[in-house]
């Protein structure tokens, strides 16, 4: 399997346009995550998905963060209106079963800046 | 929630040993370890669900105290190839989220 794939790996957009990130989850997970890392917060989950279902959302920052999950081999995380400090790198990660007892497999992230 | 992981930053010569420390408020139910190297993604090196349980790769292994709520990742005669930030995973024992809560990183760097 060519594991998790985001898209696009950089993104530098300005203040106030909306960003959509993307994620292919391994085939066959039913978990999918969406994480923030920046170097103060550190890796931050903000949405949780099970068998394309949104479980827990409450660490989205704000109304200006959605994800959706249309289908279980994709899922985008939109920013609209985006800010400065949203500036961070995006990670999804996929696991086969419960991410508190299964292995979580990272994408390669992507690294959003906003001027 | 967020687990506390010790020390913030390591810095050790090639061979030398670390010990890497996440201490949790709460009772856990499990521990997940992680490496993430620079510029890359998180790298899953192991998971604890027992309390007492040790559990090894290579030359690192790590440990799970029920009682202290804490667990312990041990890098033995480092190599140059485990520099990066370890992240500890917690899930505390009465929520039944499937997710884990990460903490704040420990960054390790080998020098030759």
């Known amino acids: 399997d060519a594991g998790v794939i985001q898209s696009p790996r950089h993104e530098v957009t300005e203040m106030g346009q909306e960003v959509t990130l993307r994620c292919k989850p391994i085939?066959?997970?039913?978990?999918l995550f969406w994480y923030r890392q920046t170097m103060m917060r550190g890796l931050e989950l903000l949405i949780y998905f099970n068998n394309n279902v949104p479980i827990d959302d409450s660490g989205m920052p704000e109304d200006r963060f959605s994800a959706k999950m249309p289908n279980a081999s994709f899922s985008t995380l939109k920013i609209q209106p985006s800010e400065p400090r949203d500036s961070a790198v995006y990670f999804c990660a996929s696991s086969l079963f419960s991410g508190r007892s299964d292995t979580q497999y990272f994408g390669p992230g992507t690294r959003l800046t906003v001027l | 929630q967020q687990p506390v992981q010790s020390p913030q930053a390591v810095i050790l010569r090639e061979g030398e040993d670390a010990v890497i420390n996440c201490s949790s408020s709460?009772?856990?139910?499990?521990v997940h370890w992680y490496r993430q190297k620079h510029g890359e993604a998180p790298v899953f090196l192991m998971i604890l669900l027992k309390g007492g349980e040790q559990k090894g790769h290579e030359k690192i292994s790590a440990s799970f105290n029920e009682k202290k709520q804490q667990s312990s990742l041990y890098l033995t005669a480092s190599q140059l190839s485990y520099s990066g930030t370890y992240f500890c995973g917690t899930e505390p024992m009465n929520y039944r989220d499937d997710k884990i809560i990460f903490g704040k990183g420990t960054r390790l760097h080998i020098l030759p």
């Open positions: 085939s066959g997970h039913d978990y």
């Open positions: 709460k009772a856990l139910y499990s």
